[in-house]
């Protein structure tokens, strides 16, 4: 472990460097996560949120980052992650709006990810939940920049009552507790228009 990168809510990130050549990443520095709090290890949530993870990494699925593994240390649950120094899409837009054409392929980009989520694994219901600017990444390319969407299955341990107030300006109405009705795949299609809004104004509809 190398040094403190971040303190969100969810958990203390890790800078550390990868000794163990996960997925080709030897010699890597990698992003630690340490859960602040979990379900316990076995329990029907943990199971669940494993299982999709596995699931998906042998998906091709683009625009996510996904955890290279996820275990237990004296009975604290960890992910090791790839290591992106990239800012999320608030910090990179500093409140400026993003031209129009810029922001059209950015949102086709997440829409085509989303899609392909949703219909990675049939049966599970599996959706985002988290389209928040905190949890998308914009990582230089080549060809531009790409957005990269953070750990698409986090959602099946948190619950909408956790949101921070800065994350529940961009989630459904349907997410927040009391509202009476089941969320479903359609709260990314409000998650991305409340992202969609940023990029073309450079501030939250909220």
């Not at 237990?72 to 409140?95: D, I, K, M, S």
């Not at 927040?176 to 089941?182: D, Q, T």
Request: net charge negative; with cysteine; aromatic share 6%.
């Amino acid at each position: 472990v190398q040094n403190l990168e971040a303190r969100p809510r969810s958990g203390p990130l890790y800078l550390a460097l990868d000794t163990e050549s996960r997925a080709g990443n030897g010699g890597n520095t990698v992003a630690l996560k340490l859960f602040a709090a979990s379900p316990p290890w076995d329990s029907e949530e943990m199971l669940r949120y494993r299982r999709v993870l596995e699931a998906l990494s042998g998906s091709a699925v683009p625009g996510l980052l996904l955890p290279l593994e996820t275990d237990r240390f004296e009975g604290r649950c960890y992910q090791v992650l790839p290591h992106l120094a990239a800012p999320n899409l608030t910090a990179w837009l500093g409140g400026t709006p993003m031209p129009p054409e810029l922001a059209g392929a950015l949102l086709l980009s997440l829409a085509r990810s989303l899609a392909l989520l949703h219909a990675a694994l049939p049966g599970e219901g599996l959706w985002h939940g988290r389209l928040t600017p905190a949890n998308l990444l914009m990582q230089p390319t080549d060809r531009g920049v790409l957005p990269c969407l953070t750990d698409p299955a986090r959602r099946l341990l948190e619950s909408a009552g956790a949101a921070s107030a800065q994350e529940a300006a961009f989630l459904a109405p349907e997410q927040m507790p009391g509202y009476g009705e089941a969320p479903d795949a359609r709260a990314d299609q409000y998650g991305l228009g409340m992202l969609a809004v940023l990029a073309l104004t450079g501030q939250p509809a909220f």
